[in-house]
């Protein structure tokens, strides 16, 4: 890989992350003024963690189930774009 093609990834590599960035913010701004506008109602919550070979699953709350199922969807979905994108790199 020549260097110019090099700095190029990095460039979009950054700007993936600052994007993914940005939309993470957004959407807690927008949660918390929901919360603040309408206030009420339960919370739920569902998380997916990926530390190397080791999936660590999570939820509470009443749509849990759902929460946890939608994280491990879009967990595997990283999974499968790292590694065609890691492919394309090679």
Do not use: D, H
């Amino acid at each position: 890989m020549s260097e110019k093609e090099e700095n190029e990834w990095i460039k979009r590599s950054i700007i993936l992350f600052f994007i993914g960035f940005l939309i993470i913010l957004v959407g807690v701004i927008i949660t918390v003024a929901a919360a603040l506008l309408f206030g009420g109602g339960t919370a739920s919550i569902g998380g997916f963690i990926l530390i190397g070979p080791f999936p660590i699953v999570f939820g509470a709350g009443p749509e849990a189930t759902w929460l946890t199922l939608f994280a491990i969807i879009l967990g595997i979905l990283c999974v499968i774009m790292f590694l065609v994108l890691w492919r394309r790199r090679s």
